[in-house]
């Protein structure tokens, strides 16, 4: 314990770095979703090719992602860039499946129903879809 209270600002400083680290691919990740998770939805055919895109992507051990990443994206192994970008690659993969069944989950009766009223398609999701999906998504 003395070790925390003679190091706190060091200690302060990591989390917040840790923080940040883990915080940012989970925005990326999810920002990015979205649209990816609405064609997974909305059109059958581009869903079985970006799920699977997903599948493989998750499936790339994390240590050889980290080794690789650099030679793609031009940064040092230890870059924060380079475990941003492989953080946000996982969380990707992760959520465009979750995104496509939280959209998918939504009954057609509403969809039809907004559609009648005269929501334009965009208004639709903004205003239907992604409010009656967010329980899924979260």
Known sequence: MSFLWSNLGQVWNLTVYHVWLS?????????????????????RLSRG???????????IPSLPLFF????LIGTQILSPINVVVALSIYALALMV????DALGSVPGDVLQS?????????????????????????
């Open 23 to 43: 915080a940012l691919p989970i925005v990326i990740g999810f920002v990015l979703s979205l649209p990816i998770g609405w064609l997974a939805n909305r059109y």
């Open 114 to 138: 907004a559609t009648a009223v005269g929501f334009s398609a965009w208004r639709r999701f903004w205003s239907v879809e992604l409010p009656l999906a967010g329980p899924v998504l979260l």
């Open 97 to 100: 499946r979750t995104t496509a």
């Open 68 to 71: 690789a990443m650099p030679a």
């Open 49 to 59: 090719v970006l799920l699977t895109v997903g599948g493989i992507l998750y499936a």
